[in-house]
């Protein structure tokens, strides 16, 4: 994903006006976890269900942004979507979140939730809660709020509220998600019941009035990768860096300024993908407005 060098602020698009609420897609004689946009309606929080989710079919996990660390976006495990059967999908039910919502939603298939192997939906809101949903009902399993930042950004987040932006990260070996929250800082919480993991957050920003992560966070071997850029061009100075975290010691190892730790910063990195990794373990991020360099 590669960002044009902006020489006017980042500019809001229409769906950030509007809360987003999950919708998930019901297909007959199938399974499939899809979600879509939609304006907030009713009492906060309400589940509107029209049918049976799961049809059959095998879930497969989907931890990361785009599927995996190369940002694809195309799952080789699915089998049950073709040409003839696609126009059957039809709206499972709805979740109303708390504000709106720009990360890919992250599922995981039978996590143990009060003993019961339950499929999971995890997505983060700009109100600053991640929240858990049952992937069948659309109910909510659990939610964890991080707080919000309200900003001048207005142009680039509704109301200039900024919560979760970051997509998030499952590590199902330690039956953990990873996300960003506003001010900067990695949290790290259970995926049946998200309570908060000792040793976390972890904060990855120099500086959290002007930095933040839009971008999604990356998992490799064992390390954590967060990208970060600022809410938007007109607060400064920001220093557009990625973060290399090491998981077991939740302390950071490497970092990487696209234009150096002080001066006229910039470079930030908005690539909603984040980082990419390939498979020799090299990373590769997109970057923009290095400021004072061109």
């Given at each position: ?14 769906y ?8 998930l ?6 399974q499939?976890?899809?979600w ?7 009492a ?18 989907w ?8 940002r ?17 999908l ?33 997505i ?64 790290a ?5 998200g309570?908060p993991?000792t ?12 930095e ?9 071997g ?7 850029a600022?809410?938007?061009d007109?607060?400064?100075?920001y ?9 077991a ?7 990487w ?38």
């Amino acid at each position: 994903m590669i960002m044009p060098r902006r020489s006017e602020p980042r500019r809001s698009r229409s769906y950030l006006r509007l809360p987003l609420t999950i919708v998930l897609l019901a297909l007959v004689a199938s399974q499939l976890v899809s979600w879509a946009e939609a304006s907030h309606a009713g009492a906060f929080p309400r589940t509107t269900r029209t049918s049976r989710a799961r049809t059959g079919g095998t879930p497969y996990d989907w931890t990361t942004y785009g599927f995996d660390g190369a940002r694809s976006g195309y799952n080789p495990l699915e089998t049950e979507l073709n040409s003839g059967n696609v126009p059957s999908l039809h709206v499972g039910w709805t979740f109303d979140l708390g504000g709106v919502a720009i990360d890919q939603p992250l599922y995981a298939a039978g996590v143990m939730v009060n003993g019961t192997p339950t499929d999971v939906v995890y997505i983060g809101a700009e109100d600053g809660k991640m929240y858990a949903l049952d992937a069948e009902s659309g109910h909510l399993v659990w939610s964890s709020p991080t707080g919000t930042r309200t900003t001048t950004c207005t142009g680039d987040m509704q109301d200039g509220r900024f919560g979760i932006t970051s997509t998030g990260v499952i590590d199902r070996s330690s039956n953990r998600i990873y996300f960003m929250g506003k001010s900067g800082q990695i949290y790290a919480r259970n995926l049946s019941t998200g309570a908060p993991v000792t040793g976390w957050p972890l904060t990855v920003v120099t500086n959290p009035n002007t930095e933040y992560a839009w971008s999604a966070l990356t998992m490799r071997g064992g390390n954590l990768y967060a990208s970060l850029a600022a809410y938007c061009d007109e607060i400064n100075p920001y220093y557009g860096h990625v973060s290399e975290v090491n998981l077991a010691t939740h302390s950071i190892v490497h970092a990487w300024f696209v234009n150096g730790r002080t001066g006229a910063g910039g470079g930030g990195i908005y690539g909603y993908g984040g980082v990419s990794v390939d498979e020799a373990g090299d990373v590769y991020a997109a970057t923009d407005n290095s400021l004072g360099t061109s």
